[in-house]
């Protein structure tokens, strides 16, 4: 197969992920069509998509001329059958519910032509699961985008128990092409490669502020000048090897003592949730939001991020 067979592509979604994914594929020369329950939906994502491309180019992550023609590749549909039917690739980005991905991966299987590349964007539900009744589940498989995906460049591809090694390899190709940083998880596990690392995190995080060690505050403060701060730059494995890994295995070995290492969320955490503290929407988690701003915390997000890519633009 040819490797840039991959010249049109359909999303399903238009909330959170959809319209990102949709632009980074526009971007990397696919017309891509956007797919929406109803035509308002795809109306709005497709203004998203335009919001996002605006983003790349006012700080100079993509040329005008460049985004341009992207959204001139893209449009927005609510006509599922003809544009699955249509298209050599398709990413899913719904909701995280196993029974409804099963059903639209099934759905999908039936309107595919035989050599389409069927995807989720699932954030740890198992691939091999949502392929169960495709019938060419060789052709399945997982592209994780990062939120934000407009901005956040890593992929991870998720290979599934009978995924095509091919496949993988031409999806791989496909989001380096698209200007995205793609990674291979060869063994289908919940939370993948990226979660599996963030939730032993959150996991301790929420111990410590259980245990009364830290508050929450102040974890968030250690994250994001401490080890979190050189992350982008200097990786987990490199700084064992850096400074040496006969004391990394000492410091592991005695912090690994007092971690909380049973096979759930901290009891402190489970209770947050009983009691209906969620979070920004609902005005109260592990901070208090009703003095602390969501949409603040996601602005600073992207404006760190957009520093780090422009950051790394200016490399040789």
């Not at 010249?7 to 959170?16: F, K, R």
Request: proline letters at 4%; hydrophobic letters at 40%.
């Amino acid at each position: 197969m040819p490797q840039n067979r991959f010249t049109t592509a359909s999303v399903v979604g238009t909330g959170m992920m959809g319209p990102g994914i949709a632009l980074t594929l526009a971007l990397g020369g696919i017309r891509v069509t956007l797919l929406s329950r109803t035509a308002e939906g795809a109306a709005q994502g497709m203004e998203k998509a335009r919001e996002q491309g605006r983003v790349l180019t006012a700080n100079q992550l993509a040329g005008t001329a460049e985004v341009e023609r992207a959204l001139e590749r893209l449009d927005g549909s609510t006509d599922f059958d003809r544009s699955v039917a249509g298209a050599a690739l398709v990413v899913e980005s719904g909701p995280e519910d196993l029974g409804w991905k099963q059903d639209l991966f099934g759905r999908m299987d039936g309107l595919a032509r035989p050599d389409a590349v069927l995807a989720s964007n699932t954030s740890g539900l198992s691939i091999t699961a949502i392929a169960g009744r495709c019938t060419r589940p060789e052709r399945v498989l997982t592209t994780h985008f990062w939120n934000p995906p407009h901005l956040m460049p890593l992929v991870e591809i998720v290979q599934g128990g009978k995924t095509s090694t091919e496949v993988v390899r031409e999806v791989r190709d496909l989001l380096a092409g698209c200007g995205k940083t793609p990674v291979v998880v060869r063994k289908d596990r919940p939370g993948q490669l990226g979660n599996r690392l963030q939730m032993a995190l959150v996991r301790e995080a929420a111990n410590i502020v259980a245990e009364g060690i830290a508050d929450a505050e102040d974890v968030d403060t250690v994250a994001k000048n401490g080890f979190g701060l050189r992350m982008p730059a200097y990786g987990i494995f490199e700084h064992q090897d850096v400074v040496g890994l006969d004391l990394g295995l000492r410091v592991v070995e005695y912090v690994a003592q007092d971690l909380y290492n049973e096979p759930r969320a901290p009891e402190y955490f489970r209770e947050l949730v009983r009691q209906g503290h969620l979070g920004a929407k609902t005005g109260r988690g592990f901070y208090d939001w009703s003095v602390k701003s969501a949409e603040a915390v996601r602005a600073r997000r992207d404006a760190f991020l957009v520093e780090v890519l422009r950051y790394r633009r200016s490399q040789p």
